[in-house]
Structure formats: C-alpha cells, structure tokens
C-alpha cells in the first residue's frame, strides 16, 4: 500500500511540475510583454493589419487567444484577451462573451498540449496507425502532439478573416497578393520586435526581478 | 466556453462582479450550436 501511495505522490508530482513549467512560460512571457510595453502597441498594429474593428476582434478573440491557448491555457487567454476587447471600445460583458467564445475549440489542444498528452498517454498511436496499415514507428504521443491542430484552428481564423474581408472575391489574385503582403510586413514586424535589443535587456531586468525577490524572501 | 474559472478570471481583470447570469446568457445558445455541430459530426464520424 505505502508503494502504491509513493508511486501515487510522485506521479503527482511530476504532473504538478509539468503544469507549473507551462505557467511559469505564461507568466514569464507575459512579463516580457509588460516590460516592452507591447500591449500598448497593439493597438497601432492591429490598425496597420486592418482597421476595420471586426477584423481587429477576430484577431484577438480567435488568434491571439488561441496562440496564448495554445502555449500556456487554464484561463490566462480569456484574462489577458478581454482588456485589449474593452481597449478596442467593446462593452465590458461583451468583450468576456466573445473572449469566451474564441477560447472554445481550441482548449482542446491547448497547455501545451496537455489534455492531449494526457488523454492519449496510454495510446499507442503507431499500433493504431498500423492497424489501418500506416506503421511509422517514431509516431509517439509527443510526436503526434508537435502536429497540434492549434495550426488548423489559426488557418481557419486566417480563411475567415479573409473570407469576410473580401466577400465573394476570396478567389482574387489582387486581394491575395495585397493580403499576402500584408500578412508578411506584420510578420517582418513581430519579428523585428522579437529580435530588438530590448528582449535581452527585459531578460536581464527579469532576472535581477526574479534575484531580488528570492533575495528578500531569504 | 462555460467555464466558471475563466469567466471569474476574466471578469476580476476587467473588475466586474456579480455578471455571470448575463455572461451565460451571452456563451449559451452560440454553445449550444457548438455542441450540437461537433456532436452530429463526432455521431458522422463513428458510425458511418
């Protein structure tokens, strides 16, 4: 019995640590964000994607928050989401409404993948796979949980979004290149914001943060 | 969708209390058509 119960403690454990690993990454990545004062530049980015407030919405309510889902989960999309709503002149129980609504889906594949990593943990997906005649032996869990389906849920916000930019001329090779370029300056942008000096002095500051705090708690 | 955790995080973010009758009410009925779409493909799935 006392076997069974180490066994039982260590296993939940791990568990605990597994899930404290993935908040510890939200938190951590929303204080970068607090330190380089991204959210208040939110605003102006999603103005140069588009400055019609519906798009601005569904890019928040679904992409956003289905990317905070997908990397850090257990509510932190609903609570980080539904400032930036009210910041873009929705009212207060709409912005929660809608920001609930875009967390739906995707909570299925999101923490990081836990309720995927836990649910099929004593699933061997290569024997099902062989089982329909597909054997790759290196399809593992963990392997199966790289190809979330967090992916498809951002290309169905992409298609939507565009579909309702565009209307019936989705199929318009002008309206795609000029998507297309679009889509690529925000990226180059992100991008250039990722790579700026400031992330390394916001991970410095972050660290003589955490330096501090450990300093006065002893 | 209806998740009482996120609604209370996201309601102490923005500061309001005591609104959960109406955040309900607002997440219900696109709910409802949520599980009833994923339920009858989930059903396609299955058995056909």
Known sequence: ?218 | MIALTDMLAGEAVIGVKNRERQILKGVFVPCTIYLILVGITGMLMAYI
């Open chain 1, 1 to 218: 019995v006392l076997d069974v119960l180490f066994i039982s403690y260590a296993n939940g454990f791990f568990v605990a640590f597994d899930i404290f690993i993935i908040i510890f990454g939200a938190i951590f990545f929303l204080k970068i964000i607090q330190e380089l004062e991204v959210i208040k530049n939110v605003s102006y980015y999603l103005e140069h994607f588009s400055r019609d407030y519906r798009i601005q919405i569904i890019i928040l309510a679904w992409f956003f928050e289905n990317f905070i889902e997908w990397t850090a989960g257990f509510g932190t999309p609903v609570a980080v989401v539904t400032p930036l709503l009210v910041g873009l002149g929705l009212p207060v129980i709409s912005a929660l409404v809608i920001a609930l609504l875009g967390n739906s889906a995707s909570v299925v594949f999101g923490a990081a993948g836990t309720p995927i990593r836990t649910g099929f943990a004593r699933f061997d997906v290569s024997l099902a796979l062989g089982s329909i005649g597909i054997s790759f032996s290196f399809i593992t869990p963990h392997v199966f949980n790289l190809f979330n389906p967090g992916f498809a849920f951002i290309f169905a916000g992409l298609v939507t979004m565009f579909i309702w930019k565009s209307g019936k001329r989705i199929f318009s090779s002008s309206i795609a290149n000029a998507f297309l370029r679009r889509f690529q300056t925000s990226c180059s942008e992100i991008f250039s914001i990722l790579w700026d000096k400031r992330l390394v002095s916001t991970l410095a500051c972050y660290c003589r943060w955490a330096s501090s705090g450990r300093r006065q708690a002893t």
